[in-house]
């Protein structure tokens, strides 16, 4: 079952990786970043429905922070007035 667990956070936290990725590439671009939040949207409720035990409850947290931590940055980026 542990190795299940890891798998699946850490398939989260690659999707999430990815995205901030995405991000650093189109920053300044002006893209459009509803597809970004909806993406967030979608990593934040696959983290919020995993069921892993109480070992992995941390790991599960952090991913948590993680995903609004991105979510923060999209949130400024998109705040940010064009230069």
Do not use: F, W
Request: glycine share 6%; aromatic share 4%; charged share 35%.
């Amino acid at each position: 079952m542990t190795g299940r667990c890891d798998r699946k956070v850490l398939r989260i936290y690659g999707e999430l990786r990815l995205l901030e990725d995405e991000m650093a590439n189109a920053r300044g671009s002006g893209r459009d970043m509803r597809e970004v939040i909806a993406r967030l949207d979608r990593l934040e409720e696959q983290a919020n429905h995993l069921r892993v035990p109480v070992t992995y409850a941390s790991m599960l947290y952090m991913l948590r922070n993680h995903i609004d931590l991105v979510r923060e940055g999209v949130r400024k980026q998109v705040e940010k007035p064009a230069e």
